[in-house]
Protein backbone atom coordinates (compact mmCIF):
# COMPACT_ATOMS: atom_id res chain seq x y z
CA UNK A 1 0.00 0.00 0.00
CA UNK A 2 1.07 3.72 -0.48
CA UNK A 3 1.67 5.41 2.49
CA UNK A 4 1.08 8.69 2.73
CA UNK A 5 3.14 10.86 5.33
CA UNK A 6 1.94 14.24 6.62
CA UNK A 7 3.84 17.27 8.32
CA UNK A 8 3.43 18.60 10.74
CA UNK A 9 0.57 16.87 12.59
CA UNK A 10 -0.69 20.28 13.64
CA UNK A 11 0.08 23.66 13.24
CA UNK A 12 -0.91 27.39 14.81
CA UNK A 13 -0.45 30.31 12.06
CA UNK A 14 -1.06 33.77 12.68
CA UNK A 15 -4.37 35.57 10.77
CA UNK A 16 -2.65 36.71 7.35
CA UNK A 17 0.30 34.48 7.33
CA UNK A 18 1.13 31.20 5.72
CA UNK A 19 0.57 27.78 6.34
CA UNK A 20 2.23 24.95 4.89
CA UNK A 21 1.71 21.34 5.09
CA UNK A 22 3.81 18.90 3.64
CA UNK A 23 2.88 15.66 2.61
CA UNK A 24 5.04 12.75 1.31
CA UNK A 25 4.07 9.59 -0.46
CA UNK A 26 6.28 6.39 -0.30
CA UNK A 27 6.12 5.75 -3.65
CA UNK A 28 5.75 7.71 -6.85
CA UNK A 29 2.24 9.19 -7.39
CA UNK A 30 3.56 10.41 -10.95
CA UNK A 31 1.89 8.65 -13.71
CA UNK A 32 4.84 8.93 -16.73
CA UNK A 33 2.36 8.82 -19.60
CA UNK A 34 0.54 11.97 -18.75
CA UNK A 35 2.73 13.51 -16.82
CA UNK A 36 -0.05 14.26 -13.80
CA UNK A 37 0.42 13.81 -9.95
CA UNK A 38 -2.25 11.43 -8.62
CA UNK A 39 -2.43 13.16 -5.69
CA UNK A 40 -5.30 15.52 -3.75
CA UNK A 41 -5.98 17.62 -0.73
CA UNK A 42 -9.07 17.72 1.26
CA UNK A 43 -10.34 20.10 4.24
CA UNK A 44 -12.31 18.95 6.74
CA UNK A 45 -14.00 21.28 9.30
CA UNK A 46 -15.23 19.85 12.41
CA UNK A 47 -18.18 18.22 11.88
CA UNK A 48 -18.66 18.49 8.50
CA UNK A 49 -17.31 15.79 5.51
CA UNK A 50 -14.38 16.42 3.92
CA UNK A 51 -14.43 18.93 0.90
CA UNK A 52 -12.05 18.55 -1.96
CA UNK A 53 -9.73 21.15 -2.42
CA UNK A 54 -6.88 20.01 -4.74
CA UNK A 55 -6.01 17.64 -7.16
CA UNK A 56 -3.75 16.57 -9.92
CA UNK A 57 -1.81 18.03 -6.98
CA UNK A 58 -1.64 21.70 -7.88
CA UNK A 59 -5.09 22.40 -9.83
CA UNK A 60 -8.05 23.81 -7.22
CA UNK A 61 -11.57 22.48 -7.41
CA UNK A 62 -13.87 25.31 -8.61
CA UNK A 63 -14.77 27.61 -6.04
CA UNK A 64 -11.52 27.28 -3.83
CA UNK A 65 -9.92 30.74 -2.96
CA UNK A 66 -6.89 30.77 -4.49
CA UNK A 67 -5.18 31.37 -1.14
CA UNK A 68 -5.14 27.62 -1.62
CA UNK A 69 -2.27 26.27 -3.88
CA UNK A 70 -0.93 23.00 -4.40
CA UNK A 71 2.68 22.31 -5.56
CA UNK A 72 4.96 19.37 -5.12
CA UNK A 73 5.40 15.81 -8.03
CA UNK A 74 6.55 12.35 -7.30
CA UNK A 75 6.96 11.96 -3.79
CA UNK A 76 6.75 15.06 -1.79
CA UNK A 77 3.92 17.50 -2.15
CA UNK A 78 3.15 20.81 -0.14
CA UNK A 79 -0.23 22.52 0.43
CA UNK A 80 0.05 26.29 0.93
CA UNK A 81 -2.46 28.86 2.45
CA UNK A 82 -1.31 32.10 1.33
CA UNK A 83 -2.69 34.16 3.95
CA UNK A 84 -4.59 32.18 6.77
CA UNK A 85 -8.29 33.16 7.49
CA UNK A 86 -10.41 32.34 10.60
CA UNK A 87 -12.55 30.14 8.52
CA UNK A 88 -9.14 27.91 7.75
CA UNK A 89 -9.41 26.45 10.74
CA UNK A 90 -9.97 22.67 9.69
CA UNK A 91 -8.08 19.31 9.24
CA UNK A 92 -6.22 18.85 5.83
CA UNK A 93 -5.74 15.61 4.52
CA UNK A 94 -3.96 14.49 1.46
CA UNK A 95 -4.71 11.80 -0.63
CA UNK A 96 -3.08 9.78 -3.35
CA UNK A 97 -5.50 7.94 -6.18
CA UNK A 98 -2.55 6.45 -8.11
CA UNK A 99 -3.04 2.79 -6.70
CA UNK A 100 -5.68 0.89 -4.57
CA UNK A 101 -5.88 1.05 -2.29
CA UNK A 102 -6.77 4.42 -2.29
CA UNK A 103 -4.54 6.40 0.92
CA UNK A 104 -4.88 9.15 2.88
CA UNK A 105 -2.35 11.06 4.89
CA UNK A 106 -3.01 10.79 8.72
CA UNK A 107 -3.95 14.79 8.31
CA UNK A 108 -3.02 18.25 9.52
CA UNK A 109 -4.76 20.07 12.17
CA UNK A 110 -4.65 23.90 11.51
CA UNK A 111 -5.19 26.65 14.14
CA UNK A 112 -5.16 29.81 14.88
CA UNK A 113 -2.20 31.46 16.96
CA UNK B 1 -27.67 21.09 -6.59
CA UNK B 2 -25.38 17.65 -6.54
CA UNK B 3 -26.62 15.76 -3.35
CA UNK B 4 -25.59 12.87 -1.55
CA UNK B 5 -27.36 11.48 1.72
CA UNK B 6 -26.05 8.44 3.37
CA UNK B 7 -28.60 6.11 5.64
CA UNK B 8 -28.13 3.12 7.38
CA UNK B 9 -26.10 3.45 10.22
CA UNK B 10 -26.58 2.12 13.80
CA UNK B 11 -25.26 0.36 16.89
CA UNK B 12 -24.82 -3.75 16.08
CA UNK B 13 -23.54 -6.31 18.09
CA UNK B 14 -20.25 -7.53 17.10
CA UNK B 15 -20.79 -10.18 14.22
CA UNK B 16 -23.79 -8.73 13.34
CA UNK B 17 -24.73 -6.98 9.73
CA UNK B 18 -25.89 -3.65 8.74
CA UNK B 19 -27.19 -1.98 5.16
CA UNK B 20 -25.91 1.43 4.51
CA UNK B 21 -27.51 3.42 1.72
CA UNK B 22 -26.30 6.64 -0.19
CA UNK B 23 -29.18 8.00 -2.27
CA UNK B 24 -27.63 10.58 -4.99
CA UNK B 25 -28.85 13.58 -7.42
CA UNK B 26 -28.15 15.90 -9.32
CA UNK B 27 -25.82 14.45 -11.42
CA UNK B 28 -25.55 11.29 -13.79
CA UNK B 29 -25.16 8.84 -10.99
CA UNK B 30 -24.06 5.95 -13.15
CA UNK B 31 -21.43 8.09 -15.14
CA UNK B 32 -18.97 7.91 -12.23
CA UNK B 33 -17.40 5.63 -9.52
CA UNK B 34 -18.78 5.61 -6.23
CA UNK B 35 -16.90 5.00 -3.00
CA UNK B 36 -16.95 4.55 0.76
CA UNK B 37 -14.61 6.18 3.10
CA UNK B 38 -14.84 5.74 6.95
CA UNK B 39 -13.67 7.82 9.98
CA UNK B 40 -13.16 6.41 13.27
CA UNK B 41 -13.31 8.29 16.26
CA UNK B 42 -10.96 11.03 15.88
CA UNK B 43 -8.90 9.42 13.17
CA UNK B 44 -8.48 10.08 10.05
CA UNK B 45 -9.76 9.30 6.82
CA UNK B 46 -9.69 5.30 5.36
CA UNK B 47 -11.26 4.55 2.13
CA UNK B 48 -13.31 1.24 2.42
CA UNK B 49 -14.25 0.12 -1.12
CA UNK B 50 -15.60 1.69 -4.34
CA UNK B 51 -17.76 0.56 -7.70
CA UNK B 52 -17.77 1.30 -11.00
CA UNK B 53 -20.71 3.49 -12.83
CA UNK B 54 -21.85 0.25 -14.00
CA UNK B 55 -21.73 -1.47 -10.94
CA UNK B 56 -19.38 -4.41 -12.99
CA UNK B 57 -16.05 -3.77 -11.03
CA UNK B 58 -15.76 -3.50 -7.41
CA UNK B 59 -12.89 -2.93 -5.15
CA UNK B 60 -12.33 -3.35 -1.58
CA UNK B 61 -9.86 -2.74 1.50
CA UNK B 62 -7.94 -5.87 2.42
CA UNK B 63 -9.45 -5.54 6.05
CA UNK B 64 -13.08 -5.46 4.94
CA UNK B 65 -12.71 -8.22 1.71
CA UNK B 66 -15.12 -11.00 2.28
CA UNK B 67 -17.36 -9.34 5.01
CA UNK B 68 -18.22 -5.81 2.93
CA UNK B 69 -20.37 -5.77 -0.06
CA UNK B 70 -20.54 -2.85 -2.32
CA UNK B 71 -23.34 -2.26 -4.71
CA UNK B 72 -25.67 -0.12 -7.11
CA UNK B 73 -28.50 0.75 -8.53
CA UNK B 74 -28.51 2.98 -11.38
CA UNK B 75 -32.34 2.76 -11.81
CA UNK B 76 -32.64 4.25 -8.59
CA UNK B 77 -29.69 6.70 -8.22
CA UNK B 78 -28.49 4.59 -4.79
CA UNK B 79 -25.28 3.24 -3.91
CA UNK B 80 -25.09 0.64 -1.13
CA UNK B 81 -22.76 -1.31 1.58
CA UNK B 82 -23.91 -4.25 3.23
CA UNK B 83 -21.25 -4.94 5.98
CA UNK B 84 -21.32 -8.62 7.64
CA UNK B 85 -19.77 -9.91 10.37
CA UNK B 86 -18.77 -6.42 11.60
CA UNK B 87 -16.23 -6.22 14.12
CA UNK B 88 -15.53 -3.20 16.95
CA UNK B 89 -13.25 -1.81 14.94
CA UNK B 90 -15.50 -1.04 12.22
CA UNK B 91 -17.23 1.59 13.98
CA UNK B 92 -16.79 5.10 12.17
CA UNK B 93 -19.11 7.69 10.39
CA UNK B 94 -19.78 5.84 7.26
CA UNK B 95 -19.71 8.65 4.08
CA UNK B 96 -20.45 8.28 0.48
CA UNK B 97 -18.46 10.06 -1.73
CA UNK B 98 -18.69 10.98 -5.78
CA UNK B 99 -15.49 10.06 -7.73
CA UNK B 100 -14.32 12.19 -10.63
CA UNK B 101 -13.97 9.59 -13.83
CA UNK B 102 -16.07 5.96 -13.96
CA UNK B 103 -12.96 4.15 -13.36
CA UNK B 104 -10.57 2.62 -10.47
CA UNK B 105 -8.15 6.05 -9.84
CA UNK B 106 -9.84 9.22 -8.97
CA UNK B 107 -10.08 11.70 -6.39
CA UNK B 108 -13.61 12.22 -4.83
CA UNK B 109 -15.47 15.58 -5.60
CA UNK B 110 -18.45 15.43 -3.89
CA UNK B 111 -19.37 14.07 -0.46
CA UNK B 112 -21.72 13.15 2.05
CA UNK B 113 -22.63 14.26 5.46
CA UNK B 114 -21.82 10.33 6.82
CA UNK B 115 -23.76 7.96 8.51
CA UNK B 116 -22.23 6.18 11.70
CA UNK B 117 -21.94 2.61 12.60
CA UNK B 118 -20.99 1.36 16.20
CA UNK B 119 -20.15 -1.91 16.50
CA UNK B 120 -20.66 -2.78 20.26
CA UNK B 121 -22.46 -5.46 22.98
Known amino acids: DFVMTQSPDSLAVSLGERATIKCKSS????????????LGWYQQKPGQPPKLLIY???TRESGVPDRFSGSGSGTDFTLTISSLQAEDVAVYYCQQYYNIPLTFGGGTKVEIK | EVQLLESGGGLVQPGGSLRLSCAASGFTFSNFAMTWVRQAPGKGLEWVSGVSGRGDRTLYLASVKGRFTISRDNSKNTLYLQMDSLRADDTAVYCC??????????????WGKGTTVTVSS
Open chain 2, 97 to 110: AKGNVDGDYYYMDV
Open chain 1, 56 to 58: WAS
Open chain 1, 27 to 38: QTVLYSSNNKNY
